[in-house]
């Protein structure tokens, strides 16, 4: 018999582990943990494909990254850039310079080690030297040229004789190391290179009146396109820019000279 709402109602509790509504909750739990775990690991899975094709480079622009130059950071200057180096070599020196600018500024930085080089004191090595690196219509002229600027009264100035001697005892320095290069006016045919330059120069040895000293400078090369190669048709040179030398001591005469045996120059290409 049904009872009223009068009367007093009865309820009825279970132990916690029994009551209904926890299995429902427990039953809702699982399927949410569930779903939980999946987006995890799918997430997990994407951030991994992510960072391991992030350092794969792009097969379509690999050719054209290869030409272009990094970027270098705000203010300071033009980036180092270049192409493989040239493998072709004429009387010591790199010959066979690509037609761009790139291998016009290259051409120009070994010229400008040439030129500045202990040969140059020399009559016969200083011939050969112009006649490698000159353009064939302008070698009379530089030839003539040169042979004045290190006239025997210049060689006397750096303590050699007129064949480029030094006294007995002591090693003659002459070294130029470009420090970077810069190009004007290109065209296929002719290009003016600036090549920002230091030196040393003097006599490294005990009891050298000249002793090996550090020099700026900037060599300024015209060159042309001869046909399979870029050729110096004249050139000036003009001192600086010296940076403010730095508050080292100087090496005495016998590290000098032990680095002057020991350390061979280089070859450049960009």
């Known amino acids: 018999m049904p009872l009223s709402d009068d009367q007093p109602h009865t309820r009825t509790r279970l132990p916690v582990g029994e009551q209904p509504s926890s299995q429902s909750n427990g039953r809702q739990a699982r399927p949410l943990r569930t779903l939980l775990t999946v987006l995890v690991v799918v997430t997990l899975l994407v951030v991994a494909i992510s960072i391991a094709n992030h350092g794969k480079p792009d097969p ?36 066979g310079f690509p037609h761009t600018d790139q291998g016009a500024q290259s051409a120009a930085a070994n010229y400008a080690v040439a030129i500045g080089s202990a040969d140059m004191f020399r009559t016969d090595t200083r011939h050969t030297i112009v006649a490698t690196i000159a353009d064939p219509n302008a070698v009379a002229t530089l030839q003539s040229r040169l042979d004045q600027g290190f006239s025997p ?8 004789d007129a064949q480029g001697r030094p006294p007995k005892g002591l090693t003659f320095v002459s070294r130029t190391i470009p420090v970077g290069t810069k190009s004007s006016g290109y065209t ?37 396109w001869t046909g399979t190669d870029w050729k110096l048709t004249d050139f000036s040179r003009a001192s600086g820019p010296a940076p403010v030398p730095p508050d080292q001591q100087a090496a005495t005469a016998e590290e000098i000279t032990g680095a002057v045996e020991q350390f061979g120059g280089f070859r450049y290409a960009r």
């Open 188 to 224: 296929a045919d002719t290009v003016k290179i600036d090549v920002w330059c230091t030196g040393l120069f003097g006599l490294a040895g005990e009891h050298s009146i000249r002793p090996v000293a550090e020099e700026w400078f900037t060599l300024s090369l015209s060159l042309r």
């Open 153 to 160: 009264e210049t060689a006397a100035k750096f303590g050699v």
């Open 60 to 95: 379509g622009n690999s050719a054209r990254s290869a030409d272009k130059a990094p970027t270098a950071p705000s203010g300071a200057g033009p980036a180092p850039s270049g192409d493989q180096p040239v493998s072709t070599t004429t009387n010591g020196i790199a010959g």
